[in-house]
């Protein structure tokens, strides 16, 4: 039987693991799955909403880290979480996705000898500038078994020289997370509650620090966004980052005196409500490209990159950036596309059956 920590730390790690560990729970004569929670994101809102509504058990071990810069954050992952490997000798530590608490539970785990898993692995932005490039490169250099949703990262992995029995194609696990809790949305009220119900509308999600920490790229982009909610409202579920940044620019009257709805951050199945229904998607989140894709729905991505070129190759992804003419004329095309255009398909091993194949691989 073998023993795996599974490690979340921060909001886009609830939904990966969910379905890995609950996979993992349905095969107990194999596995023993523990969940340790860094606590990166600690919010009720960023963290707690998440286990409820994916029906994942309270971690067996929180860690507590919280906020601090990215060396304070990341060396306290690593403090508080070797004494919990040297205590429970895993025979696996199964990490996803690219944040701070990725790269510093593979990290430690590296030095003491012990198995990691990277779920997400072999995704490249080319972009070093942002802090979960690093992650990633970083992560993959060293973890064990690099198990891709695409096979973009394949293709990555194996430009960086990462050996080729290590790379395993598994597919994407959020679909898993997706697929599953669909029907469960539905009964969420939030649609009703924001006044939206059968209106179109766009959901906007805006966090990454090359955008809201510089004062002008956030005020190009959020005049943009003023002109886009001219033709129809935009819900705008905002990340504490986010806040707090727009109090610090004063910008909340520019954002009150249009149709932007700016709301607290909601949790898995009020959120999944929202963009499901949604006419359109602006964001500069990882998973929410994916998301989309997987449902069909027209993405417009406000950065210059992306380390997930399959949405855009296959999906509904269209990269934008940040100059507020473009995404603009962007948000107008996308609005007039007729059905027939709006063509797009869902790429492999998308399929809801991610988490039995990283079992199997775990075992093999
Ligand atoms: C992290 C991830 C990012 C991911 C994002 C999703 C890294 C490097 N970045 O970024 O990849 O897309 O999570 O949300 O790991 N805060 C709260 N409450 C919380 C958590 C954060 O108020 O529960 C505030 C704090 O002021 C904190 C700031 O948000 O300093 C940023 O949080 P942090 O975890 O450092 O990074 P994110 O921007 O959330």
């Given at each position: 039987m073998l023993k795996v920590l599974n490690i979340v730390g921060a909001r886009p790690n609830f939904m990966k693991?969910?379905?890995?560990?609950?996979?993992?729970?349905?095969?107990?004569?194999?596995?023993?799955?523990?969940?340790?929670?860094?606590?990166?994101?600690?919010?009720?809102?960023?963290?707690?909403?998440?286990?409820?509504?994916?029906?994942?058990?309270?971690?067996?071990?929180?860690?507590?880290?919280?906020?601090?810069?990215?060396?304070?954050?990341?060396?306290?992952?690593?403090?508080?979480?070797?004494?919990?490997?040297?205590?429970?000798?895993?025979?696996?530590?199964?990490?996803?996705g690219d944040v701070n608490s990725t790269i510093a539970c593979t990290l430690v785990c590296s030095k003491l000898g012990i198995k990691v898993a990277h779920v997400e692995a072999g995704l490249r932005s080319g972009d070093r500038s942002m802090p979960?490039?690093?992650?990633?490169?970083l992560t993959d250099s060293i973890a064990d078994m690099l198990l891709t949703p695409s096979q973009d990262g394949d293709a990555n992995l194996a430009r960086e020289g990462i050996a080729k029995d290590k790379i395993r194609f598994v597919g994407n696990v959020m679909i898993d997370s997706l697929f599953e809790h669909l029907k469960f949305a539905e009964s969420?009220?939030?649609?009703?509650?924001?006044?939206?119900?059968?209106?179109?509308?766009?959901?906007?999600?805006?966090?990454?620090?090359?955008?809201?920490?510089?004062q002008a790229t956030f005020a190009g982009i959020l005049g943009a966004l003023i002109s886009i909610s001219e033709k129809l409202p935009i819900v705008f579920p905002a990340h504490p980052r986010t806040r707090a940044k727009i109090a610090e620019f004063g910008f909340e009257e520019r954002i009150a005196s249009a149709d932007i709805r700016l709301i607290e951050p909601l949790g898995y199945l009020d959120f999944m409500r929202l963009y499901s229904g949604a006419r359109l998607v602006l964001t500069d989140s990882g998973g929410l490209q994916e998301e989309t894709?997987?449902?069909?729905?027209?993405?417009?991505?406000?950065?210059?990159?992306?380390?997930?070129?399959?949405?855009?190759?296959?999906?509904?992804?269209?990269?934008?950036?940040?100059?507020?003419?473009?995404?603009?004329?962007?948000?107008?095309?996308?609005?007039?596309?007729?059905?027939?255009?709006?063509?797009?398909?869902?790429?492999?091993?998308?399929?809801?059956?991610?988490?039995?194949?990283?079992?199997?691989?775990?075992?093999?």
């Open positions: 693991v969910a379905p890995i560990y609950a996979e993992m729970k349905r095969r107990p004569a194999e596995f023993d799955p523990m969940i340790v929670h860094t606590g990166q994101h600690y919010d009720a809102a960023m963290s707690d909403a998440f286990f409820d509504d994916l029906g994942m058990p309270k971690p067996d071990v929180y860690l507590g880290v919280g906020s601090g810069s990215h060396a304070v954050q990341t060396a306290r992952v690593m403090t508080e979480f070797e004494p919990v490997v040297l205590r429970e000798k895993p025979d696996w530590v199964l990490v996803v979960e490039e690093i992650n990633r490169i969420s009220t939030v649609r009703s509650d924001l006044g939206i119900d059968g209106l179109d509308y766009a959901v906007l999600t805006l966090h990454r620090p090359s955008n809201v920490d510089d894709t997987a449902l069909h729905i027209p993405c417009l991505t406000l950065r210059e990159n992306t380390e997930r070129p399959i949405t855009i190759e296959m999906g509904t992804n269209v990269l934008v950036g940040t100059d507020p003419k473009k995404i603009v004329t962007a948000a107008i095309d996308a609005l007039a596309a007729t059905e027939a255009e709006k063509d797009s398909s869902t790429p492999p091993l998308w399929d809801g059956k991610t988490a039995g194949r990283i079992c199997d691989e775990l075992l093999r």
